[in-house]
Every structure is written in structure tokens, then in C-alpha cells.
């Protein structure tokens, strides 16, 4: 078991995605999305621009993991398809990814341009076929707390991300979220503006 960790500086609720009972990263992060395995663990932290700097933003398990088509066409995560004409959480979902006659497809989303697919993005999100799910999982958002001084350690401030392989630190922690915290969404994402739709340029 590992715990992955890393600073998020910007958080629409997209990447991750804590939305429907599941909380997914199927964008973003490639290297993360990558090698974690089912029972790792993802912390993201805040970053001084957003004024949660050292703040735990949300903790999920991987539960499971899909490439981009099987996240596509899973029943499960057809509401995670962006919807444009119903709430803000339908417009930022992530499930965006998928192939016809053998190409990428990116549909309109957070990661799209106005106008049609925008390739930075695409190219690097897609350079992992690999969505990280989780049924397990700690969203604060724009509420992210401050860990207690036993787990500082585990804060992750500097760009790229880091890992944590003692079990017995990590076994603490989980013990830690769980007794003082219920599963699920404690906050509402620190990016998002009330009524409005941001794009993400890359």
C-alpha cells in the first residue's frame, strides 16, 4: 500500500470528479494515474494561490481502474458524461474520453475549447488509458482541513507529486480519516464560481 500525494491548484470538481457515488481521476495527473494500484491511496493538497496551502483538498482508495473506453461505455459513469443543459456538477463531468474508428474523441467538457477539442489537453490526458475510481473517499474542496502534526509528513507542497510507503504511517492516517470523518463530500469545489463554467486551456 502507498499514498500517493500531490498539490492541486485548481479544483472545479473535474479532476477529481467526487460527484455520484464514486470519485474518479480520469483526467490530469497522468504518472499518478498510471502506477497506483487498487489500495493506494490519492491525497491532494491545496496550494498557496488558492489559500488552502498544506490542506487536505480530498483522500480517495483506488478501488478500481478502467481505460478510457470501458469508463465510457460502464453504465455506472454514464452521468459522469458532461451534461450542459442540467446543474454545474453535470457540466464538469469527467467522463470525456473515448475512441471511434480507432481515434480519440474528447467531448465537449472542461478540457474542450469552445469550439472543438483542445489537443493539449487531450494529448495529455490521454497519454495514461487509465481512470483511478473510488468507492472510498474524503472531499472537503473549498473546506479543506489541516492535518494534525502526526501527519504533516504526509503534506505534499512542491510540483510533481510524492509517495509514501510506510504502511504503518498510512494505516494510521486512513484510521485517522475514518474515525473523525464520514466518506463522501464535506465541501463544494474551491474553484468553481456560483452559475458560471470555466475552461480549462492547458
Known amino acids: 500500500m502507498k499514498l500517493y500525494s500531490y498539490v492541486i491548484p485548481r479544483d472545479y470538481g473535474f ?14 495527473k497522468p504518472i499518478i494515474r498510471r502506477v497506483a494500484q487498487v489500495g493506494d491511496w490519492i491525497a491532494a493538497f491545496g496550494s498557496k494561490t488558492n489559500y488552502t496551502g498544506g490542506r ?8 478500481e481502474t478502467l481505460t478510457f473506453d470501458e469508463y465510457w461505455n460502464d453504465e455506472r459513469f454514464r452521468i459522469k458524461r458532461p451534461v450542459f443543459n442540467k446543474s454545474t456538477t453535470h457540466k464538469y463531468g469527467d467522463n470525456i474520453y473515448h475512441h471511434v474508428n480507432g481515434e480519440w ?22 497519454q495514461t488509458d487509465r481512470v483511478l475510481i473510488a468507492d472510498e473517499f474524503y472531499y472537503f474542496g473549498g473546506d479543506a ?14 510540483r510533481n507529486h510524492g509517495v509514501t510507503k510506510d504502511s504503518n504511517l498510512i494505516e494510521s492516517f486512513i484510521g485517522y ?18 452559475g458560471r463554467f470555466d475552461l480549462y486551456r492547458g
Not at 479532476?15 to 490530469?28: D, E, F, K
Not at 474542450?112 to 490521454?126: A, P, Q, V, W
Request: aromatic share 10%; charged share 20%.
Open 105 to 126: 474523441v474528447q467531448e465537449p467538457s472542461h478540457h474542450s475549447k469552445i469550439d472543438g477539442m483542445n489537443l493539449i489537453n487531450l494529448t495529455r490526458d490521454t
Open 56 to 63: 487536505l483538498v480530498y483522500l480517495m482508495r483506488v478501488g
Open 15 to 28: 479532476a477529481p470528479n467526487p460527484y455520484h457515488r464514486y470519485c474518479t481521476l480520469a483526467t490530469c
Open 145 to 158: 482541513i489541516m492535518l494534525p502534526p502526526e501527519y504533516q509528513s504526509l503534506v505534499w507542497r512542491r
Open 177 to 194: 480519516m475514518r474515525e473523525h470523518y464520514y466518506a463522501g463530500i464535506h465541501g463544494l469545489p474551491l474553484s468553481r464560481k456560483t
